[in-house]
């Protein structure tokens, strides 16, 4: 009796109580998808701002020769030299690669968005790099005796070939004078490339530079647009030859801790190139299984960064950005009524959301000095037009 006249009691307390504890719930879940949003949305890909943040991370880097590393076989003491004395039209941006695409970006932006970015400025800048005498004792690097081809190789070596790429496409007469200067080096990297694929018996799955199907990507969109069909077809086979019978990637075990890069999705960004729509829905069935017909995006998680600073940390940030490109070149090789595509799509969005606002904030020169370009190829679609 007593324990039924304490609830009779404090039923309508505790009815209260529950009914306060149950708007608090929603009240905190509206706010989490409140804030989660805010923190996510990235700016419009045509938003000025934006693309002038762009722009000026390279502006501020191509001829910041220090700080910097520098990738330099020593045959004796005449190679102790600075970066500028090495790499003449390429020595910024932290290192040789970071600098080539570095040049990329502003050749990129200037072309696609000639009304917002400080074009003139742009002009004069690669005016800077690309003379005759720069580019010359590049190729002379590139020539040294008893040093070997592996120098950039691949990944500096297939963002040169993006390089001339944009140069043959970009509508300014400035840019087909620079194309003939960079020629021969083109010239030289493309043989020392075509020399090492016969070659080369397994593919490299790494996340970082050394990654085959990353770089493979690149070179292949350069043959189609220098029409260069001996690379092509010599690539092309050497693709199939050591990618086409992959399956089941392990994409559980991505990433590791300093991707800016991932394996699988690097490689099904690389095979929708080489293959069919039809052939590569199949082929893709095979290699990753595990992609959602639901349309979420959670199968793939966006990574974060901890300590910018960290140059090899702050590879995550890459790798949000590199994903969200790679995803949609692999939606775009599907039928548009494939089960998998929004899936697809919508992790392509949440890395892509990530990857861009990570740029667009503070960050530091050891994410600065490259991640531009990562987000100018993402944001203008590179891979796909």
Known sequence: MFMLCVILVYSPLLLFFMKLVTLILFFSLYCTNL???TQTKSPPSNNPEVINRFAQLALEC????YPNIIKHMLTGEDDVKSPKQLYPAFYGCFDWHSSVHGHWLLTRLASEYPDIVDY?????SLNISFTQTNIDAELAYFNRPNTGTSFER???LAWFLQLTTELREWDEPKAKEWLNVLM???????ANLSDWLPKLSFPIRAGEHS????AFGLMLDWSKTANHQAFQTLLTNTIKRLYAKDENCPLAYEPSGQDFLSPCIA???????VLSEADFSIWLSTFLPSIPHNGNGS????ATVLDKTDGKLAHLDGLNLSRAWMLEGIASALAQDDPRKAAIIAAANDHKQAGINSVVNDMHYMGSHWLGSFAAYLQTQRGIN
């Open 35 to 37: 804030l989660a949003a």
């Open 62 to 65: 191509i001829h910041k020769e």
């Open 120 to 124: 003139q400025t742009i002009i004069d």
């Open 154 to 156: 691949p990944y500096g």
């Open 184 to 190: 021969p080096l083109e010239e030289k990297i493309v």
């Open 211 to 214: 990654q085959t199907a990353f």
């Open 267 to 273: 490689q099904a960004d690389m095979m929708r190139r």
């Open 299 to 302: 199968w793939l998680s966006v």
